[in-house]
């Protein structure tokens, strides 16, 4: 894939840029470790601190990095510039926390006194740089909530982001030098992705976290697996959404539209499979159905857009390869199922919202993630047969579930095989919670103090009574 900023709306390919080559990757990973050697020695408050400024400039830079967004992956402008806010937010939280969520942990005065010990505590230390391979559907804030707490545990980063997002990938690192962090702190790669095996396996990288597909999570994996170095994977996602006779079916209904299309329906957590109950199956239909129907698709740049176009041809290819799967197969289009006919939309990559009943699971689209604003409907007996279609999937991401009823909640809390469960909303993450999936979405967590003890030496130190 070339590195390159193509407007999704229009095909137009605004800016190439050259991939770095051997010599100039090697330069940044020889900075890098040196800069560790440093910054490792650096206190929270001084990680703090920098890490505030970040905010504060990215905050003041949000118009204009929203702009860079919307027109690098075709999110709707307002949904770019909350990004930003969000981003700037999760800087503040782990300059907030992160002293408190690495200070040393000691096990109980009985549990000292049996290994001999005078005294014994846990200390989290830094692992090294660590290499980030990230996704462009969230373009900032895939790499934030990485970068904060990597940064705030006195690790540093090297960013290899997607190729069709450079511009955004080196704001970031502009981002992070003008926030005052030292030289070979945080750097951007624009690299492709056939450049990672070897980055890789650089002794000077101590980890890895990739956020994207499972074909990208597996290679990564394979090569972090011969070279033992530790991963986080945050792959792909089809989230069931169920809903249940004693739910707020309306209100079920309408947040359903904005967990199915939010960043025009390519979000991992976005939900993606709707069961529901046979008894409110109808009426949850109806007015998904008119809700997903209204929704306005057009120039992302245009504050009146709800859907602007998918970032990438290929991914509307992909996705309109599931919806003739599963019309072949026998699935009903209840709205939707093509390109918009509006000239003035011709040249995007623009996909209807898209709601697909009588989903079964010889169709692909029971089992691999529809990425963009395509829903998939079930229709469920009862709560047994609801649990049994939502966990039928290779992934477990995150999962939704509507419900009044606290027998019911307990059930699917308990059964659901998901990194998430949220009740009577929609799946979203916060800086406080940890994020992160089973199956093939992938292992280990993000955010909150999970997030930021991933890339740290659990170090135990013992001292003889
Ligand atoms: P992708 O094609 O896997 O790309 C993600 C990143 O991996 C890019 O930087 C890409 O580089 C790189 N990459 C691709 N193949 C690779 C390989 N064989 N070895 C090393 N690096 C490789 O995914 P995408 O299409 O950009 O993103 C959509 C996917 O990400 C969806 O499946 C979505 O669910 C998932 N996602 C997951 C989460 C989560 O938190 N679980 C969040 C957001 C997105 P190039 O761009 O240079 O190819």
Known sequence: MPIATVNPATGETLRTFQPLDAD????????????????RTTGFDERAELLRRAADLLERDRDEIARTITIEMGKPLGAARAEAAKCAKAMRWYADHAEELLADERPSAADIKDSGASTAYVRYRPLGPVLAVMPWNFPLWQVVRF???ALMAGNVGLLKHASNVPQTALYL???MRRAGYREGCFQTLLVGSRAVDAILR?????????????????SVAAVAGDEIKKTVLELGGSDPFVVMPSADVARAAQTAVTARTQNNGQSCIAAKRFIVHTDVYDAFTEAFVAAMARLRVGDPLDEATDIGPL?????????????????????????????PRAEELAAGWY???????????GMRIHREEAFGPVAALYRAADLDEALRIANDSPFGLSSNVWT?????????????AAGGVYVNGMTASHPAMPFGGVKRSGYGRELAGHGIREFCNATTVWISA
Request: charged share 35%.
């Open 351 to 361: 996909y209807e919202p898209t709601v697909l009943a009588g989903v079964t699971p």
């Open 202 to 218: 650089d002794p000077r990288i101590a980890a890895a976290t990739l956020t994207g597909s499972e074909g990208a999570g597996r």
């Open 404 to 416: 009044e009823d606290e027998a019911e909640r307990e059930r699917f809390v308990a059964e659901l």
């Open 311 to 339: 970032a990438t041809e290929q991914g509307r290819a992909d996705l309109e390869e599931l919806v003739d799967d599963a019309r072949e197969r026998g699935a009903t289009v209840l709205c939707g199922g093509g390109r």
């Open 24 to 39: 100039a990757v090697e330069e940044r990973l020889a900075r890098a470790h040196r800069a560790f050697q440093e910054y």
């Open 147 to 149: 970068a904060a707490p």
């Open 173 to 175: 690192e502009e981002l």
